[in-house]
């Protein structure tokens, strides 16, 4: 489903890696794993085509990731939360789902947070939320996310040990439904479900 | 496509409404500058009718350059350009519904207080309608441009000086006919050919500005 054939990465005047390929199936989960600075954001951001590869090539489906077809099949979160201070968490998902064009209905949002725990914090702006609690409504999208690749940069920074099992649940549960996901990590959590393949950037 | 660009609307206006306190202060600048001019030229109306319509006009060319940089600067502070730019629709759209929002919070006040405040410098009601109109439609033009100027300037430190820089003179035909307008009303002659080169101006900047602007923020995003 995805593929990346002979990528290579300069910034500046470094090159972080060269001649990098892999496949990924569905229900397959990808790790990227290198220490600070080995590429692992900057190969997330060549795979949702924010950055262009200066060498090889991305497929999805057979397809060059530059259409608007792959864009309907990503969901990625980046290491920024992507959520507006001044909306409440209602808002802030509602908002997202529709500039995303999902069909997204006011009761499952709120059914998304109050799964991950925001339940009686729905009309709070979210300037007023914690560090982790803001993580968590950037989160709450990926409860009722139907698209099949979901591109995860650092997921389970900020959060608590509940939260991260709670996390790592839903992303099993979308590799079970045959989804893909790549994702980069400094803590090891098992995912339960799916086959498991490790990218080490060095 | 419609449906995109309503979002995008929707969203900015709420956002607008939570931080009012930037579109006022654009209409106070826009009100303040207007009125020293009568104060610091003194009560001789045969000048301050001369001197209104560019008055009016470079003011309000100034406030609307105010809450330029940050038509963008705060979706790519928290990650929401990245999300815009990942949806499953082109980003000139995104960008058309922003300018449209942009012109809505910044443009549609300034036309509306454009009358009381031509009103210090003794206009005729002729005038002064035909100042507000080009206002009206002018000030989109000035928005669109605007957003050019601001995705270029995306991410630069001191970008707010660059911006000016890079979007006053593009402003120039903007002024030359809306000031043009109200100039040829007041001496008899009938603005209507000015008001049509604004509509223009506007139509031509609407179409083509959100396209560049898109292009731009991709190469900020890189």
Redesign the interface.
Known sequence: MLEADNLECVRGERRLFAGLGFKLEAGELLYLQGKNGAGKTSLLRMLIGLLPPENGEIRWKGQSIKSDEFRADLCYLGHLNAIKEELTPLENLLAAARLADEDLSEDDAIDALEQVGLAGREDLACKYLSQGQKRRVALARLVKEKRPLWILDEPFVALDVAAVDWLAGIISGHLQRGGLAVMTTHQLVSIPAGTVRELRLS | ML??IT??I??DL??AM??QADIVSALFFFVIVVSLFPLGVGPEPDLLRKLAPGVLWVAALLATMLSLPRLFADDH????L?????????LGL?VTGKVIAHWLVSGLPLALIAPVLGIQFDLSADALLVLTFAILIGTPALSGIGAIGAALTLGLRGGGVLLSLLVLPLYIPVLIFGAGAVDATVTGLGGEGHLSLLAALTFASLGFAPWASAAAL?IA??
């Open positions: 449906k995109i979002a995008v929707g969203r709420k956002l939570r931080r502070r928290d990650g929401t990245e999300q815009l730019a990942l949806a499953p629709h082109p995104v991709k995003l890189e």
